[in-house]
């Protein structure tokens, strides 16, 4: 095995390797912030040198290509290259998701999706490049033009991003010398409700927040297909949209299809209650990868943060368990709350019977990434997390 870096061990008969290309974890829930805040990508990103400071692990910066079952073998490094051969007594798979976008003409060439900090960066540079041509123009309706930010999809991660677009917008319209009345943000949703996973309270919160806000709601229009700076909905209006962001869904890694696992029609794969692969007891899946039916609703979990990270916790302790001979435990998932931001100070959603909304539902939902700072890097790490969050969110 050749990874670029020492081997850890975890005790004599235990090694731990993590195979992953990028150098930093990115928290993908504050992409909102880095997308229309101030420039600073970094303030997503953890870098695993600090994330596995005290731990031993071996960070491998690689791609897994394939998965040989027979010979147990994690098969590493990108196609059309020289590959590697990582052998393991247990293989946990957490390749997790990508943007879907489905196939509407034009929209995968006009719009932006959010599912990585470089997402971010894009639509920070297509804002920028908006306001520097609105500064050249002199009819308020060629500006109203340029200056329309549209996003497609009303569930969380397209209400984050529109509501951070709708409070920060006008303030950078300001800073650029523009004015924020020129400015038209809209949202453009096929149901006729947004934020489905929330109670109707809280839709109904978020929905007058937006108005107050200014943005402007499409609700039960599906887009027909898209033109550089304007959509056309199946009702044959046009919506301008010189800035798109499509935030309509999410797929499975589509490459763990390809390693002999039993998946799902969606591409999931297909795990028991402990986790593991259907197919293969020694291979486990977690996260927005994995299929994991709840008995209780027996419906699949959704993509969650919340999943994907007790999910992986649970699985640690299985293999400790399995390692040590030991009887292994099923997952049980809870949902004790889910919380959206619209705009970064305010923010609806639910815990455990009780809906809330406001600043402490924005509180509560920041709270989550303090901890999460916290449990990472300590005392250090969470507060200057902390304080950049709160000069970002300005
Ligand atoms: C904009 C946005 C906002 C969100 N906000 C929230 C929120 O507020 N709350 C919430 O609960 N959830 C939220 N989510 C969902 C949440 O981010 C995901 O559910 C969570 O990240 C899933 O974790 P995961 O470990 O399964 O996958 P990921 O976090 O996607 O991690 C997968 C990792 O696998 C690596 N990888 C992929 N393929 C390979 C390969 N072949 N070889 C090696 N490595 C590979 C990737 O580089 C990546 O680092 C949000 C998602 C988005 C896009």
Known sequence: ?????????????????????????????????????????????????????????????????????????AIIGPRDEEH????????????????????????????VTMWS?????????????????????????????????????????????????????????REAGLDPEDLRVRLVEGRPDILYDLPKPQRAKAVARLGRMGVELVLGEMVEHV???????????????????FCGGAKADPDAIDWGLEADTSGRLVCDEYLRSTRHEDIYVVGDVAAFRDPKGNRVLPMLAQFAIRQGEHTADNLLREARGEKITPFVPHMHG??????????????????????????????????????????????KRTCEMLSMQR
């Open 1 to 73: 095995m050749r990874c670029g870096s020492a081997r850890a061990s975890a005790g004599d008969d235990i090694e731990i390797v993590l195979v992953e290309p990028n150098p930093c974890q990115q928290a993908l829930s504050e992409l909102d912030l880095v997308a229309v805040g101030p420039p600073r990508p970094q303030f997503c990103e953890l870098w695993h040198p600090t994330v596995f400071r005290d731990l031993p692990v071996t960070v491998c910066y690689n791609r897994l290509h394939d998965v040989d079952t027979a010979s147990r073998s």
């Open 117 to 173: 900090v470089e997402d971010a960066q894009e639509l920070q540079r297509r804002i920028e490049a908006a306001f520097k041509h609105a500064a050249t123009l002199y009819t308020r309706e060629e500006r109203n033009r340029v200056l329309s930010f549209t996003v497609i999809g009303g569930g969380a991660t397209g209400i984050e991003i529109i509501g951070t677009l709708g409070q920060m917008l006008p303030r950078r319209a």
């Open 84 to 111: 590697q051969r990582i052998d393991y007594w247990r293989l946990v798979l957490a390749t997790g998701a990508i943007a879907f976008v489905p196939p509407v003409p034009g929209l995968a060439e006009n719009a």
């Open 338 to 383: 889910e919380f959206v931001s619209v705009g970064p100070r305010w923010g609806v959603g639910w815990m455990f019977k009780w809906n809330i909304s406001g600043i402490p539902a924005i509180i509560m939902k920041r709270l989550t990434y303090v901890l999460y700072w916290f449990m990472v890097g300590g005392v250090r790490l969470a507060w």
């Open 227 to 245: 033109e550089p700076g304007v959509i056309v909905l199946e009702s044959g209006k046009h919506v301008d949209a010189n800035v798109l962001v």
